[in-house]
């Protein structure tokens, strides 16, 4: 229990949190072969029985743990880092208790979890509030089973689902508290529809220009407005995955054109100008390159649609004009470039001056100070 300890000193865990931390025994969760992702981003393999010491440390240090590779296509023991792909894990402590600590479970609340993956949030929740209190679900069938013998073994049972989580759980609505473990890019409406008034919603919300954000969300009557709370990088929500193949192509239907706008400083500006961008120009993947001989390429592609719209604006050191060219029915440079002036006009704010409102039916709004300023374009 030391280590257990240790790392929740580490975390600067305190008060009921911890103490559900040091009821769960986190070794009890984590597979004997996976793949330790530790907070330096470096990824290698660990094998309990083949090396036990590293197993362990993986287990009690701040790293997330790999489970599950291509929707279980590929063998756990058998990872090409290079090309698979990552379906199913144990989150790093750091960013598991500050979804919790956000999420701020307090005695007896009823706990929808979306993303039951090995089954440790879900009892560090029943520890907090009680088994019975909780809901988590799970959409692979399989990862669900693991879970709840992890969960038994554990000497938790709060119900395991097999579900699409987009859709929550309506027959133990509504719920105190709504976390979600998997990133989305649209928070669904089911979500804030089954949360009680007053009630709290912590989601990583990935829309998909860069990387994505801790949203807290209180519930009211028809919508759930909050704030952001840093950045967090997850799984999609399977119901939610995107095609993610962004290449140029009809380049002999592009169009070409100049902008005096930098496009450094647009991949420069930081985070509320991000917010700003996503909010004017939705759906949208940006990828910056810097090369070695001070030329940048800031490329742009429609999430979701291969063969949808492309832009690609370059810079060259000592150049006043940029050269921009464009691809599809949407402008995606245009609409980028619009979103950056429009961070310009509102005086440059940061991210913690905007906010999300997200509707019953799925809309969601940005806004800056309040939900009544929305940036709407």
């Known amino acids: 229990m030391s280590r257990a300890k240790d790392l929740a000193d580490l975390l600067g865990l305190t008060g009921a949190l911890r103490e559900a931390m040091l009821a769960v025994p986190r070794d009890m969760f984590v597979p004997d072969v996976g793949t330790a992702g530790p907070a330096d981003g470096s990824r290698y393999p660990i094998d309990r029985r083949a090396r036990p010491d590293e197993w362990r440390h993986a287990v009690f240090s701040d790293s997330a743990v ?40 307090r005695d007896h609340d009823r706990v929808l979890e979306i993303g039951t993956g090995t089954g440790y949030t879900a009892a560090v929740l029943s520890a907090r509030v009680g088994e019975h209190n909780v809901v988590t679900i799970e959409v692979d069938s399989a990862v669900a089973e693991q879970a709840e013998a ?65 949203v807290r969300l209180t519930a009211t009557d028809g919508a759930a407005h909050g704030r952001f709370h840093g950045r967090a990088g997850y799984m999609m929500l399977r119901d939610q995955r ?35 961008i996503t909010a004017l120009a939705p759906d949208v993947k940006l990828i910056p390159i810097r090369a070695s001989d001070g030329t940048v390429s800031v490329s742009l592609y429609e999430i979701g649609k291969p063969e ?48 999300l409102t997200v509707m019953v039916d799925g809309t969601h709004m940005l806004w800056i100070d309040e939900p009544g300023r929305l940036l709407d374009g």
């Open 308 to 355: 949808g719209a492309w832009a690609a604006c370059d810079y060259e050191p000592g150049a006043d004009e940029f050269e921009v060219t464009q691809y599809g029915e949407r402008r995606l440079w245009d609409e980028v470039e619009e979103g950056f002036l429009r961070w310009l006009e509102l005086g440059s704010p940061g991210a913690d001056r905007f906010g």
């Open 150 to 214: 992890n969960l038994k073994m554990a000497g938790f049972a709060p119900r395991v689902l097999v579900a699409d989580g987009a859709d929550g759980h309506r027959d133990d609505a509504p719920y105190d508290r709504v976390h979600a473990t998997c990133a989305v890019r649209r928070i669904p409406g089911a979500w804030v529809t089954q949360t009680r008034p007053g009630g709290v919603i912590v989601v990583p919300w990935q829309p998909g220009y860069d990387f994505g954000w801790i």
């Open 66 to 105: 790999i489970t599950q590779w291509d929707d279980e296509q590929t063998d756990p023991g058998q990872v090409d880092l290079r090309r698979a792909q990552p379906s199913s894990s144990i989150s790093a402590p750091s960013v598991a208790f500050a979804f919790l600590s956000l999420l701020n479970p």
């Open 242 to 276: 995107a095609a993610m193949r962004f290449a140029v192509h009809h380049e002999e239907e592009a169009a070409t054109a100049t902008t005096r706008l930098d496009p450094r400083s647009i991949i420069d500006a930081g985070e509320g100008a991000e917010l700003v």
